[in-house]
């Protein structure tokens, strides 16, 4: 049975459904997340915690978990995660509007925009304020025309949002290729989200069913978005293999990973690799974070060095 109260994240009214053990939320700030009864809800502490939890959730949705399951140590380790910047943040509004406004001319009122709770959860913004400032960072940019009782997206903020999907050195993603079993929903969630991120990178995986007829064209895509390619060969799946290749066609880096008790099953074209071998999470997310940084570099949101 789904019913309607306030989301254990925003307190936003929205839909929750106990099937034991699991507690699920569909909710118009956060999106779809879960979390085990036996657990309980996530603690949020402070408005800045709901603002980074709210966020975080809706990156993970983007990312191919629907819904995404928090425990308490990913809460405890999104509260000590560091913010977006302003413009990165206001970059995210702006992709959002071109989805939705994606014509020239099609205007729009920002007052209306400022408000939405999907838009405030993706850039983490505490309220409608804090959007209404991301707007006029984005006309300052020249990225909107007029900023009064209606606003459009210009040109070069339809150029600019087109341009947030190009690949290439100035990219902020990094593309995971994975098996998308449920046995390896801690491994994203404990090792290449965390492991990417510590990097100063942005995590980026779409879940897909095994693929008849060639990979889709939503994966194309988002590979030639993305600065380089984590290639996770465990469970051995064959689109693992296609993205790694198609990748190293455009000529983005790869980088290799697999689970320690699979590495002797690797196909003889990759075992020459120096493939980074993991036993647990926490020794995938630590190995990634180095390995990005020595071959890629840290990323544009990489925390400041201590």
Same mark, same amino acid.
């Given at each position: ?46 408005? %800045?915690?709901? +603002? ?13 978990? +629907? ?8 809460? /405890?380790? +999104? ?8 413009? &990165? ?10 989805? %939705?406004?994606? /014509? ?8 209306? =925009? ?7 959860? =993706?850039?983490?913004?505490?309220? #409608?304020?804090? =959007? %209404? ?32 999907? !190009? ?14 079993? &449920? ?13 990417? /991120? ?28 993305? /600065?380089?390619?984590?290639? &996770? ?10 993205? !790694?290749?198609? !990748? ?20 003889? &074209? ?12 926490? #020794? ?9 940084? !020595? ?12």
């Amino acid at each position: 049975m789904t019913d309607q109260t306030p989301c254990e994240i925003c307190r936003n009214q929205a839909e929750h459904e106990f099937v034991p053990p699991r507690v699920t939320w569909r909710c118009p700030r956060c999106g779809a997340f879960c979390y085990d009864s036996s657990e309980g809800p996530p603690r949020i502490r402070s408005p %800045d915690e709901m +603002v980074r939890l709210s966020g975080w959730v809706r990156e993970q949705n983007l990312a191919g978990l +629907v819904p995404v399951r928090i425990t308490p140590e990913m809460s /405890r380790r +999104v509260a000590q995660m560091r913010l977006p910047g302003l413009r &990165d943040r206001a970059l995210r509004v702006l992709a959002v509007l071109a989805r %939705d406004n994606w /014509r020239p001319g099609a205007w729009f009122v920002p007052n209306t =925009v400022a408000a939405d709770l999907e838009l405030q959860g =993706v850039s983490y913004s505490p309220n #409608e304020h804090e =959007v %209404d400032l991301l707007l006029t960072v984005l006309e300052h940019e020249g990225f909107l025309l007029g900023k009064g009782a209606t606003a459009a997206i210009s040109v070069k903020g339809l150029l600019a949002a087109e341009a947030l999907g !190009a690949g290439g050195s100035g990219s902020p993603q990094g593309f995971v290729a994975m098996w998308f079993d &449920d046995s390896m929903s801690d491994a994203w969630l404990s090792g290449f989200e965390p492991g990417i /991120r510590a990097a100063g990178y942005q995590p980026r995986r779409i879940d897909k069913k095994d693929y008849v007829g060639g990979i889709s064209d939503e994966i194309m895509a988002e590979i030639r978005r993305s /600065r380089f390619v984590v290639a &996770d060969y465990t469970g051995h799946r064959g689109g693992v293999y296609f993205e !790694a290749g198609f !990748a190293i066609g455009l000529g983005l880096t790869v980088i290799p990973t697999c689970q320690s008790d699979e590495v002797a099953n690797l196909h003889f &074209d990759i075992k020459h690799l120096n493939t980074l071998t993991w036993k647990s999470p926490a #020794e995938l997310a630590e190995g990634l974070n180095r390995r990005i940084r !020595a071959v890629i570099g840290a990323g544009p949101d990489a925390p400041d060095p201590k």
